[in-house]
Nanobody, 126 residues
Framework: QVQLVESGGGLVQAGGSLRLSCATS????????MGWFSQAPGKEREFVAM????????KYADSMKGRFTIARDNAKNTLYLHMNDLKPEDTAIYFC???????????????????WGQGTQVTVSS
């Protein structure tokens, strides 16, 4: 059973930073493309970032470019999201997800991902 567990969320002032982690177990982490998605109250789940199996390709939503960095440590089966210059509009629950069948195109569609964590809350105050 593949399990993903996010951690590292919390309350931070605008302009601050956080590092989210996603610990994985029960699967073959190195064969999964991994993504981060966010969901604010009353909003659809939105793409944040993706990293491929090798960690040599990264994709970001336009609003996160230059502020967020996705990374993975395949030796630790762990995914990270480094979040800098946080803004109130970044407030959301952040989910990590695993894609068993990465095709290099549909990474921004949540339906492409096969496994999901429970999410971790990020709240950015102004």
């Amino acid at each position: 059973q593949v399990q993903l567990v996010e951690s590292g969320g919390g309350l931070v002032q605008a302009g601050g930073s956080l590092r989210l982690s996603c610990a994985t177990s029960g699967g073959t982490f190195t064969t999964y493309a991994m993504g981060w998605f966010s969901q604010a109250p009353g909003k659809e789940r939105e793409f944040v970032a993706m990293i491929n199996m090798r960690g040599d390709t990264e994709k970001y939503a336009d609003s996160m470019k230059g502020r967020f960095t996705i990374a993975r440590d395949n030796a630790k089966n762990t995914l990270y999201l480094h979040m800098n210059d946080l803004k109130p509009e970044d407030t959301a629950i952040y989910f990590c997800a695993a894609d068993k069948f990465y095709d290099g195109y549909y990474y921004s569609d949540s339906r492409a991902y096969d496994y999901w964590g429970q999410g971790t809350q990020v709240t950015v105050s102004s």
